[in-house]
């Protein structure tokens, strides 16, 4: 069984930067691709970036693009998030998820860290 923990959330000024960080422990990931949500007070949970486990393409939501980078260390099997130029609007609970093929759904969950961004 994989197991996904973040770490690395916080309270942070606008503009600041953190790193999130995803660590799969258990069974070692060797699925397809591994990924960063977030979900705000009242709104859905939305994609923020992903990451192909072997290739190590990425891919962005609009909001994030130019001020986040996704990374995945494959020996330590965990994937970051490196977050920059922070806004009050990219305060949420951001999970990471992993998914075996690009035509299945993210079956594994981490619980979640809180980032907060204060203006």
């Known amino acids: 069984q994989v197991q996904l923990v973040e770490s690395g959330g916080g309270l942070v000024q606008a503009g600041g930067s953190l790193r999130l960080a995803c660590a799969s422990s258990g069974r070692t990931f060797s699925g397809y691709d591994m990924g960063w949500f977030r979900q705000a007070p009242g709104k859905e949970r939305e994609f923020v970036a992903r990451?192909?486990?072997?290739?190590?393409?990425?891919y962005y939501a609009d909001s994030v693009k130019g001020r986040f980078a996704i990374s995945r260390d494959y020996a330590k099997n965990t994937v970051y998030l490196q977050m920059n130029s922070l806004k009050p609007e990219d305060t949420a609970v951001y999970y990471c998820a992993g998914r075996v093929s690009a035509y299945s759904k993210y079956t594994y969950w981490g619980q979640g860290t809180q980032v907060t961004v204060s203006s």
């Open positions: 990451i192909t486990w072997k290739g190590g393409s990425t």
